[in-house]
């Protein structure tokens, strides 16, 4: 299994930024994948949880209705839009992957996830 994240960069505080998450390699279409992030000195969290077969997204309190986890399927592509970025946004973005079912399949900590991508740089100034 391949996770390669894209659209990380630097921005301005209250701009917005969409992260791309382009996976391989995995044979079932249906599983759970997240949105992490990571900061100098500070836990790994996730941010947001999608399970690709369908169902109820999941974003944490911190950036609740500024942040979009969305995919594209036929892409085999998860995004997460982010919008009205805040200084304290700044981090290292990670795009994870497990197999778990639905209902397992909401906000969890990083040892729930199998897979990892390598990361992509969000800097918000």
């Known amino acids: 299994v391949q996770l390669v994240e894209s659209g990380g960069g630097s921005v301005q505080a209250g701009g917005s930024l969409r992260l791309s998450c382009t996976h391989s390699?995995?044979?079932?279409?249906?599983?759970?994948m997240g949105w992490f992030r990571q900061a100098p000195g500070k836990a790994r969290e996730e941010t947001a949880a999608l399970y690709t077969g369908g169902g109820g997204t999941y974003v944490a309190d911190s950036v609740k209705g500024r942040f979009i986890i969305s995919q594209d399927n036929a892409a085999n592509t998860l995004y997460l839009q982010m919008n009205d970025l805040k200084p304290e946004d700044t981090a290292m973005y990670y795009c994870?992957?497990?197999?778990?079912?639905?209902?397992?399949?909401?906000?969890?900590?990083?040892?729930?996830?199998?897979?990892w991508g390598q990361g992509t740089q969000v800097t918000v100034s």
């Open positions: 390699g995995y044979i079932s279409s249906r599983h759970c």
């Open positions: 994870a992957l497990t197999i778990a079912t639905q209902s397992l399949c909401t906000l969890r900590e990083a040892t729930f996830f199998a897979y």
